[in-house]
Structure formats: structure tokens, C-alpha cells
């Protein structure tokens, strides 16, 4: 489980084929501090398992599940991406409960400049459109987020300096696939209402 709010960019040092999948080795220096092989690591929002970490580094299997419902498949060497530990028991819960489990993939359409600030515009798709709400929470690219706007096929969300100097949205282009996880309680009222 993670909060998503991100603790480092990392950036990905090479990617290498396996049989059916890809391995990647992500160059980080905070969350290295104290993973040990097989911990969660969330990586652009996707939950991966830690293997050979280094001080400066981590790699990371990603199978063809998901490669195929996630972004992770378009990542390069050189790629910037957002990075969290798993939550302990001690951990602050700033963010909000994520699960580091991507529900669909969204598009980065725009993001405008007001001041300091940016107001940035995401696509989503249409399966995802029943656990979206007006200030409720939502996960773009693993970052824990509030929704600004909401419309049938796009929401805005409001993205502070900080946000925006510790993340890779502002490494996105018009039209670049993201990584999307709803807030999960919707998904367990859902459940719930299926058996009323």
C-alpha cells in the first residue's frame, strides 16, 4: 500500500527482455536508502517488487500483465519516473490509500500555467468514469491527487510548484499515456451495492 505522494524521480538506466517480460534498473538514491530485495516499490504508480538494490539503484521485473495495462511498456533509458516506498505503520497518510494497482490508462491532454501553479488536464476512460467525483481523490502516475473539474471524458486537477518540480508530469506531452487507479473505496461501495 502506498499514500502517493512521491519521495524521488528516478530515472531509468537500462531495460532488458526476458521471456515474456521486461526487467528495468532504476537509478534512485532515497528510496535506496533502506529497500531490501523483494519490497514493494510503486513506479509510475504501478506497484513492482525491489530486486538486487543497490545505494543507487533497484531493478524490477515487469510481466507481460503488466506491461500490456500499464504505461511502464513505453518507458526508455533516460525515462523519469515517480517513486514512493511502501507505507509502514508509522508512515503519515498524506496522500491517500494506494493500492499501486493501475485500473486504466488515461491521457495527459493539457497543462496550463497560472503563475506558479499549473492546472492540468486529464483524459480517462469511460469504465472509469462511475468512481470519479467532484474533490474526490484520484491517482495519476502513482501521485495522490484531487479533482479540480470533472467533465464526462476529462477531469482538471490543480498542481502545486512542489508537485510539479518532484514529479514527471511535467515531463508529459499532449497525447502521453498515464497510469490512472481510482480511490479504492469506490470500488468497494460498488462491490457492496451489487449485493444489496
Known sequence: MFTGLIEELGTIQSLSEHVGGVRIVVGAELVTSDIANGDSIAVNGVCLTALDPTPNSFAADMSPETLDRTTLGRLATGSRVNLERAVTPA?????????????GRGTFISAEPEGDFWTVRIGFPNDMAKYLVHK??????G???TIAALEDDHFDIAIIPKTWEMTNLS?????DDVNLEADVIAKYVERMMQFR
Open 136 to 141: 474526490g481523490s484520484v491517482t495519476v502516475e
Open 143 to 145: 501521485i495522490s491527487l
Open 91 to 103: 508512515t503519515r497518510l498524506g496522500g491517500h490509500i494506494v493500492q499501486g494497482h493501475v485500473d
Open 171 to 175: 515531463t508529459l506531452k499532449p497525447n
